[in-house]
């Protein structure tokens, strides 16, 4: 994973006609290695499993103790799964509307909720919000607060222009390298965007989690491997794992606590 071009100003916030009141990432795994997938993300994030859910028992939500969850967990029935957002709203019908208008396909309507298709091909739902408003603390130096979407580069100033669109009131800004760009929510949400151009032009974006570790991501990369990960790449500012269901993800030097980048 190598971490549009900069702009000159940061796109400030403005009021949100359906705002995203919170915000799950979504542990997209094999349906074969489910069980696998479930036991390595409880024990990374000190969560509970809770009771499977859906037609088939595909999906599940990462309790976490004395906070609301942000993390789910699906079985995906082909291909290596991944990661995606759950944007949780007062009105699904409006924010899809105005997905739509932005740029985003409907890939499928439920209930409630909706599964959507942004212009680069990553796909994100919108769903009800239920009050959630406490987020998880950091777990043995490292928090969970990342989907990073890797986008070819022939998509990447589409792709950050919709996110940008859709999510007003988030901070959008170039990031640290060339080739990122942050949408970081207001504080009291639990996870942040990161649009990464990809050097490569693969079909569609593909998209994988982040945690934050501060200056101990060897720490933390050790506790993972114990618990099942496999090293696959270091890099000065982020290493690369794959958990033991075969999903990429990795551990930054972000401070845990802020999601900032370190300084030193």
């Known amino acids: 994973m190598n971490r549009m071009n900069r702009t000159d100003h940061p796109?400030?916030?403005?009021?949100?006609?359906?705002?995203?009141?919170?915000?799950?990432?979504?542990?997209?795994?094999?349906?074969?290695?489910?069980?696998?997938?479930?036991?390595?993300?409880?024990?990374?994030?000190?969560?509970?499993?809770?009771?499977?859910?859906?037609?088939?028992?595909?999906?599940?939500?990462?309790?976490?103790?004395?906070?609301?969850?942000?993390?789910?967990?699906?079985?995906?029935?082909?291909?290596?799964?991944?990661?995606?957002?759950?944007?949780?709203?007062?009105?699904?019908?409006?924010?899809?509307?105005?997905?739509?208008?932005?740029?985003?396909?409907?890939?499928?309507?439920?209930?409630?909720?909706?599964?959507?298709?942004?212009?680069?091909?990553?796909?994100?739902?919108?769903?009800?919000?239920?009050?959630?408003?406490?987020?998880?603390?950091?777990?043995?130096?490292?928090?969970?607060?990342?989907?990073?979407?890797?986008?070819?580069?022939?998509?990447?100033?589409?792709?950050?222009a919709f996110w940008s669109g859709l999510l007003p009131d988030w901070s959008a800004r170039p990031g640290s390298r060339p080739e990122f760009h942050v949408v970081e929510p207001p504080p009291t949400l639990p996870l942040r965007i990161l649009l990464q151009r990809l050097d490569e032009e693969p079909a569609s974006a593909a998209a994988h989690l982040d945690l934050a570790c501060g200056p101990d991501v060897d720490a933390v990369r050790v506790r993972h491997e114990r618990l099942g990960a496999t090293l696959v790449a270091r890099h000065p500012h982020w290493t690369v794992l794959r958990d033991p269901a075969g999903g990429l993800y990795c551990l930054t030097t972000r401070d845990a606590e802020t999601g900032g980048r370190r300084l030193s």
């Open 11 to 160: 796109i400030h916030p403005v009021q949100p006609v359906h705002p995203v009141r919170w915000a799950y990432a979504f542990v997209d795994r094999p349906a074969a290695l489910f069980e696998r997938a479930c036991a390595f993300w409880t024990a990374v994030t000190d969560t509970a499993l809770s009771e499977l859910r859906g037609g088939d028992g595909e999906f599940a939500t990462l309790l976490a103790a004395g906070a609301d969850p942000c993390v789910k967990i699906q079985a995906v029935a082909g291909g290596t799964g991944g990661a995606h957002l759950d944007l949780a709203v007062e009105d699904v019908p409006g924010f899809v509307e105005e997905a739509l208008k932005l740029g985003a396909e409907t890939v499928a309507v439920h209930e409630g909720w909706a599964v959507l298709r942004s212009p680069a091909g990553q796909l994100f739902c919108a769903v009800p919000w239920h009050g959630e408003s406490v987020r998880p603390p950091v777990v043995s130096g490292s928090r969970l607060d990342q989907v990073c979407v890797d986008i070819p580069p022939t998509a990447y100033e589409a792709e950050v």
